[in-house]
């Protein structure tokens, strides 16, 4: 059954519905900003943010499993990259914030 999602046409839909889904939830999240009572809106925002995240990362690690036609080192930086998205999305211990924490991330830079 993965082997059907790692073919060209999936990989492109799954990519661009996680963006898609990704940038929706950003959308609820900054509208928080206006709303008075923004604590459901800013929980849907970061869930779709999550779910957008576990889209593209899981269809980058079906294809970087399933697609024997491409070169190994870019199968090899695809998982990495996958790998690399979850670490930073799903546990912001390293950062100010992150999806989880409902805010922005924080680089310390001050604007």
Known sequence: MLKGLS???MIVIGALLGLLIIM???I???ATNSIDDSRHVLTMGNILKDVGV????SIMLIAAIYRDDWDKWMRIGLAGFALVLIVVCYFPVFMMGGMNAGVDFDWGIDW
């Open 7 to 9: 073919s060209n046409n």
């Open 24 to 26: 929706v939830g950003a």
């Open 28 to 30: 609820l999240v900054n």
């Open 54 to 57: 576990f889209l593209i990362a």
